[in-house]
């Protein structure tokens, strides 16, 4: 038997690891890409192709993994094949490619992957392997460079991805809740004005605070009437377009014969990208600028379809 022991590389054990730990990120980012399309940050049709593309992406990298770490043949070829895909990917991934063509085209590395014992190697491949495990500082340098850029590529991809798709996940939740509230507040005014308003509306939330103290009605957070904050939005309450004053209510305040109420982001494109706005009429209106719809309602604005019950 020849003085060699035909063991793993610790680089060879990094590629396999690394092609794990990549077959993990596509398994997350195809969940990433799920949860945006649930929560309608994202279209549904980047389901089926991020679906059929990230199964792809784990079963060649799960398998060259396998071949990696028990140093098959087709293991070293697969690696080859993927970092000839990655030649494309300019800087990053050409980058690495080219790393690991390095390591993988030494002749030590074709004895390496050849499948023989270590008795059926000649002098010549058993000196090709000893040296391909002797460390070196080349061998060093490909180490900590494919480490410190393919953790980068993935950090990269997985921002550029994760990172835009949640924070419109996180606008498409705030612009929800602006229609929740919008909602409750036309209940609580119609509840208002059914008991207390003898039949006229409120036109500030301390009246309908102090009328119905168990309605949901957005809490004052220090900001002056009209202005509540709910979700990044701000909400506010006037009395409606063409409203004339109204009865005293049961604590001797006026009431109006309308109401107008609006939601708003509170940083435009961060918060949220619609403004919503509605009135006595019960219906609710919005448009994708900073300001809300005015009365009267109409183009360019267009009616909120929702899943909420009774928003008509």
């Known amino acids: 038997m020849f003085p060699v022991d035909v063991r793993r590389p610790g680089i060879v054990t990094l590629l396999a690891s690394m092609q794990w730990a990549g077959a993990l990120f596509w398994t ?10 649930q929560e309608r940050a994202l ?20 398998a060259c993994g396998i071949g990696l770490w028990n140093l098959r043949p087709w293991g070293r070829i697969l690696q080859m094949a993927l970092a000839g895909v990655g030649l494309f990917f300019f800087p990053i991934g050409t980058f690495v490619a080219v790393l690991m063509f390095v390591y993988l085209l030494q ?23 000893t040296k391909l495990l002797q460390p070196s500082n080349v061998r060093r340098l490909i180490l900590a460079g494919a480490i410190a850029v393919v953790a980068f ?6 921002a550029a991805i994760a990172i835009p798709a949640l924070l419109r996940a996180r606008m498409v939740v705030n612009e929800q809740r602006a229609i929740g509230a919008l909602s409750s507040l036309a209940d609580a005014q119609s509840e208002y004005a059914a008991g207390c308003g003898g039949g006229g509306f409120a036109v500030s939330f301390e009246v309908l605070d102090a009328a119905l103290p168990d309605a949901t009605i957005p809490a004052s957070t220090g900001i002056a009437n ?21 009865p005293l209510d049961c604590h001797g305040v006026a009431t109006v014969t309308g109401w107008y109420a609006a939601a708003t982001p509170q940083t435009y494109r961060s918060t949220g990208t619609r403004s919503f706005a509605m009135s006595d009429a019960g219906v609710m209106w919005q448009r994708s600028a900073a300001d809300a719809p005015t009365e009267p309602f109409g183009p360019p604005a267009t009616r909120v379809r929702s899943r909420l019950p009774g928003l008509r």
């Open 226 to 246: 009209p202005l509540r904050a709910v979700g990044g939005y701000w909400l506010a309450l006037h009395q409606g377009a063409g409203s004339a004053a109204g």
């Open 153 to 158: 590529a993935w950090v990269t991809v997985a």
């Open 107 to 129: 002749p030590g590395a074709s004895v390496l992957f050849g499948g023989r014992p270590a008795a059926a190697l000649t002098p010549e491949e058993t000196a090709q392997v």
């Open 43 to 62: 279209p549904p049709e980047m389901v089926p192709w991020s679906a059929a593309v990230g199964a792809v992406a784990v079963g060649l990298q799960v």
């Open 28 to 37: 997350l980012l195809v969940a990433v890409v799920v949860v945006a399309v």
